[in-house]
């Protein structure tokens, strides 16, 4: 039986391993992203291929790419095993805005500092050895960033999600907090139940829907529930597009809520696609774009999230040919795809393709197919 010191030591074994690889696959990155000839599409390409999202493909890009050419000292230890990659990518990101030669003065630092920190004292000391290698950039990196801010949904699972603000002013951004703070805390004098956490992040939200200004903001998203679940005689889960599942309990408070419009969705029973929309609703007739929106609920590109209300429609058949070339407008012939995805039918290499039973077949200049079809609507 091994002992606690040999079980840590093969942990660490493993993690030096781990590192050397993750070195090795940062410098294939590199090499595959230059050999390709066309810069867009790069992205989307290595997330299908490596089952990332195209932000995480496309940070993948950049951080591989520093390090290869900014860092290859701190680099050189990540495919040692000396040092793990999460340290290196925070160096790379705290030094992502200076120039080559005062990046290279910071490798050359950061190459003696970096082993044995874990990656939030990797960006501290980064950032210090950034600011004594470029003090005059300071100020200017603090206004670009401010200029760079921005506020971000990020889906969670089983009915949650995250608001993100990001690079906002500091002071602006104190001021916010401690507003919701004191709100929270008033609240939580007056015998709330709820947590303080609980208290700021429902004061926050309340803000951000316009409650305290005497209104709500309504929003127009898609909820796919079954009658049966719905009436609580069965507890099959919900699903929000752009979201994923829900519970079957949270989906009828959502749909109990006030100024809920139902539509009727009918589908195949075979197959479960969505193949009509009901015509009675507060809005004028449902038509082939919102068919086609409901049907597909998110972007048809394998990994992509982005809801298919907010995209766009894209025009393509057996023969991969779009409106321009011929292609008839039907539920068959339609795709939803975001208005980036649908953009990579126009770059070199890249097919898309749709068989009749709706599956969209997309072929990548390095000569890889990826499937998709729309999920049946009740599985």
């Known amino acids: 039986m091994e002992t606690l010191e040999e079980m840590l030591l093969a942990m660490k074994s493993t993690a030096a391993e781990i590192a050397r690889l993750e070195g090795r696959l940062a410098r294939q990155v590199v090499s595959f992203t230059r050999a390709s000839s066309v810069r867009r599409g790069v992205a989307e390409e290595l997330a299908m291929a490596l089952c990332l999202t195209k932000f995480r493909a496309q940070a993948l890009i950049g951080h591989a790419?520093?390090?290869?050419?900014?860092?290859?000292?701190?680099?050189?230890?990540?495919?040692?095993?000396?040092?793990?990659?999460?340290?290196?990518?925070?160096?790379?990101?705290?030094?992502?805005?200076?120039a080559d030669d005062k990046a290279a003065v910071v490798d050359e630092v950061m190459a003696g500092r970096v082993e044995g920190k874990n990656p939030t004292q990797a960006r501290r000391s980064g950032n210090l050895a950034v600011a004594r290698a470029d003090p005059e950039g300071l100020e200017e990196r603090a206004r670009r960033q401010r200029d760079a801010r921005c506020f971000d949904l990020r889906h969670g699972s089983a009915g949650v999600a995250g608001l993100s603000l990001e690079n906002a002013p500091v002071e602006k951004a104190v001021a916010a907090y401690v507003c919701v703070d004191r709100q929270a805390r008033r609240l939580r004098r007056d015998g709330e139940m709820r947590t303080l956490d609980q208290l700021r992040?429902?004061?926050?939200?309340?803000?951000?829907?316009?409650?305290?200004?005497?209104?709500?903001?309504?929003?127009?998203?898609?909820?796919?529930?079954?009658?049966?679940?719905?009436?609580?005689?069965?507890?099959?889960?919900?699903?929000?597009?752009g979201h994923g599942p829900i519970p079957a309990s949270l989906a009828r408070e959502i749909a109990a809520a006030p100024g809920t419009v139902f539509q009727r969705i009918l589908t195949d029973p075979a197959g479960g696609q969505v193949v009509e929309l009901g015509r009675r609703r507060y809005r004028p007739r449902a038509g082939?774009?919102?068919?086609?929106?409901?049907?597909?609920?998110?972007?048809?590109?394998?990994?992509?999230?982005?809801?298919?209300?907010?995209?766009?429609?894209?025009?393509?058949?057996?023969?991969?040919?779009?409106?321009?070339?011929?292609?008839?407008?039907?539920?068959?012939?339609?795709?939803?795809?975001?208005?980036?995805?649908?953009?990579?039918?126009?770059?070199?290499?890249w097919q898309h393709t749709v068989a009749p039973d709706g599956t969209l077949t997309i072929t990548t200049p390095a000569n890889q197919t990826y499937h998709a079809g729309p999920e049946p609507l009740l599985g």
Request: net charge negative; proline share 5%; with cysteine.
């Open 65 to 98: 790419e520093g390090l290869v050419d900014r860092f290859p000292r701190v680099l050189a230890l990540v495919e040692e095993g000396r040092v793990p990659m999460a340290s290196a990518v925070a160096v790379n990101d705290a030094a992502v805005w200076l």
């Open 201 to 241: 992040a429902d004061v926050a939200l309340d803000m951000l829907v316009g409650k305290q200004f005497g209104g709500e903001v309504k929003a127009h998203v898609y909820l796919y529930l079954d009658a049966l679940t719905y009436a609580g005689l069965r507890e099959v889960p919900a699903e929000l597009a």
């Open 288 to 349: 082939l774009d919102e068919l086609v929106r409901v049907r597909d609920r998110e972007c048809r590109r394998p990994g992509c999230t982005r809801p298919a209300q907010f995209g766009d429609l894209d025009h393509c058949d057996t023969q991969g040919r779009g409106w321009k070339d011929g292609c008839p407008t039907n539920a068959t012939t339609l795709v939803g795809l975001c208005r980036a995805d649908h953009k990579l039918r126009d770059l070199p290499g």
